[in-house]
T-cell receptor
Framework: GAVVSQHPSRVICKSGTSVKIECRSL??????MFWYRQFPKQSLMLMAT?????????EQGVEKDKFLINHASLTLSTLTVTSAHPEDSSFYIC??????????FGEGSRLTVL | RKEVEQDPGPFNVPEGATVAFNCTYS??????FFWYRQDCRKEPKLLMS???SGNEDGRFTAQLNRASQYISLLIRDSKLSDSATYLC???????????FGAGTRLTVKP
């Protein structure tokens, strides 16, 4: 089946630094990708919809200047957490739909901000 | 009130047991319904879609009740490998607007 890959799977950074997470669709093109955040024992929360070649659409309450999304190609979307703080520590997951409309998730990236 | 609500569990059942989860949703305009499985610290994976007529896939049966706005998942003959968190997912307006329940945690014990 289709594969969505995320990198890095784990990242630890100091407060105030920026972290970039990549999401790639490996065997299909994805004009739309989605970024979620999941805190422990809570549901996935959609942060933004990433659109190839145009600006991302952010969910209410998600700061677009803090969570920068770039979808420069049909197989790659990146999420940059700028000036990270400990409260940004979370599990970040991306997803994309294949040509059949089925949704596949990346493996997730666990961010820890010290 | 959350858009999608699930009993967080945990459900601890012996191997071979039958277990059922319910999920309620608040938006009557919801269009599509899914059950996803998420293993600890892993990404969610689609378990099955839920159709109005109900559907079955091996030991798993999913049902949709639009009038009462809930979906259910029944697992028969539970296996150890069924231990996971089961996420209820609802979409509305378009299939890009997905809302996730917090998940129901299942532990199947020998």
């Amino acid at each position: 089946g289709a594969v969505v890959s995320q990198h890095p799977s784990r990242v630890i950074c100091k407060s105030g630094t920026s972290v970039k997470i990549e999401c790639r669709s490996l065997d299909f093109q994805a004009t739309t990708m989605f970024w979620y955040r999941q805190f422990p024992k809570q549901s996935l929360m959609l942060m933004a919809t990433s659109n190839e070649g145009s600006k991302a659409t952010y969910e209410q309450g998600v700061e677009k200047d803090k969570f920068l999304i770039n979808h420069a190609s049909l197989t790659l979307s990146t999420l940059t957490v700028t000036s990270a703080h400990p409260e940004d520590s979370s599990f970040y997951i991306c997803s994309a739909r294949d040509q059949h409309g089925e949704l596949f998730f990346g493996e997730g990236s666990r961010l820890t901000v010290l | 009130r959350k858009e999608v609500e699930q009993d967080p569990g945990p459900f601890n059942v012996p191997e071979g047991a039958t277990v059922a989860f319910n999920c309620t949703y608040s938006n009557s305009a919801s269009q599509s319904f899914f059950w996803y499985r998420q293993d600890c610290r892993k990404e969610p994976k689609l378990l099955m879609s839920v159709y109005s007529s109900g559907n079955e896939d091996g030991r798993f049966t999913a049902q949709l009740n639009r009038a009462s706005q809930y979906i259910s998942l029944l697992i028969r003959d539970s296996k150890l490998s069924d231990s996971a968190t089961y996420l209820c997912v609802v979409t509305h307006y378009n299939n890009n607007d997905m809302r996730f329940g917090a998940g129901t945690r299942l532990t199947v014990k020998p």
